[in-house]
Nanobody, 123 residues
């Protein structure tokens, strides 16, 4: 089992920044590729970003490229999502997830999920 706990969400104005963190516990963190997903009210969950086990490869949804940066620290068992130039359409609950597969944009390939952290962006 892997337990994931997100933090860092909040309410910001458009153009602002947030830094989301996900702390992992349980099994060896470096055995898992990590991803961030989000779900806005009334919408389906969507992929945001993913990072490989070593952190050497990253993958982003087109809608966030250039604004979001995913990183990880295997020594601290954390994965971080730096969000810059926030837009109102970024408002959602953000979830981190872990998979034993290669990093993936597909939620069904992730085995463990956190409880989510709310990000609200006002115009």
């Amino acid at each position: 089992q892997v337990q994931l706990v997100e933090s860092g969400g909040g309410s910001v104005q458009a153009g602002g920044s947030l830094r989301l963190s996900c702390a992992a516990s349980g099994r060896t963190f470096s055995n898992y590729a990590m991803g961030w997903f989000r779900q806005a009210p009334g919408k389906e969950r969507e992929f945001v970003a993913a990072i490989s086990r070593s952190g050497g490869s990253t993958y982003y949804a087109d809608s966030v490229k250039g604004r979001f940066t995913i990183s990880r620290d295997n020594a601290k068992n954390t994965v971080t999502l730096q969000i810059d130039s926030l837009k109102p359409e970024d408002t959602a609950v953000y979830y981190c997830a872990a998979t034993t597969r290669q990093y993936s944009a597909y939620g069904y390939e992730y085995h463990y999920w956190g409880q989510g952290t709310q990000v609200t962006v006002s115009s």
